[in-house]
């Protein structure tokens, strides 16, 4: 369940939608007088597995974690939503009438505007524009599934965890992350992440303590994608 609608938009996509800007007259009209401005905070879940999708989300600020959990507990993060796009999953739900088959979670808090499933129809069937932007981020968003599908049945684990290392290290050179975050983000085991982290320690690639993982040689880790791995 979304928060309270907390306030009214008028032109507040402009900056996170600029393709919004070429709106026609009659759609911007309904976009500002049936849209509603969103306040959510860190933590809410914006839906679950099972559960009807009622609202469009246009993410004007914040992040948003979409994520799915197996029968045997496994969880992967598929995607995250941005400021500026939409979710893949969502628009795919209001378009078939389907109910989610993942659970969405504000990783922050969220500024957005929200669209009742009547006006996102409505405003597919009437705009143009409005269409263009839905389409573009739904094909965007699909392209990255894909290469999310490949890695996670093709893509070595040694190689994908050393991308993700380096791809997300902090000002301090690490990453204030767990094990078990780490296997979420990459749809593997606890166990995999927490053996081939002692591999990459033992070889001097990384310094593990608890909650951090120290990146100690950036380009040996990205090398390895050359050289075929560990």
């Known amino acids: 369940m979304l928060p309270q609608h907390v306030e009214k938009i008028d032109d507040v996509w402009a900056g996170a939608f600029p393709a919004l800007s070429a709106l026609e007259l009659d759609a911007r009209a309904l976009l500002r007088a049936r849209g509603a401005r969103m306040a959510v905070p860190r ?17 004007l600020d ?13 969880e992967i993060v598929l995607y995250r939503v941005g400021a500026g796009e939409t979710c893949i999953l969502t628009t795919a739900c209001l378009m078939t009438r389907a109910d989610y088959s993942a659970e969405g ?33 739904f094909g965007t968003r699909l392209l990255s ?55 990459f320690e033992r070889r001097g690639l990384v310094e593990l303590s608890r909650g951090r993982v120290g990146v100690r040689d950036p380009d040996a880790l990205l090398a390895l994608e050359r050289t075929g791995g560990v």
């Open 105 to 137: 979670m504000a990783e922050t808090d969220l500024d957005a505007i929200a669209l009742g499933a009547g006006v996102f129809h409505e405003l597919l069937a009437r705009s143009a524009v409005f269409r263009d932007v839905v389409f573009a981020s």
């Open 43 to 59: 933590g809410t879940v914006l839906f679950r597995v099972g559960s009807l999708c009622h609202n469009f989300l246009m993410l």
């Open 145 to 199: 599934m894909m290469m999310l599908v490949e890695e996670v049945a093709f893509g070595r684990i040694d190689l994908r965890l050393a991308r993700f290392l380096v791809d997300h290290r902090d000002a301090r050179g690490g990453l204030d992350t767990t094990h078990q975050t780490l296997a979420v983000e990459l749809g593997t085991a606890r166990e995999v992440v927490s053996r081939q982290l002692k591999e």
């Open 62 to 74: 914040g992040t948003v974690r979409v994520q799915m959990t197996a029968e045997t507990g496994r």
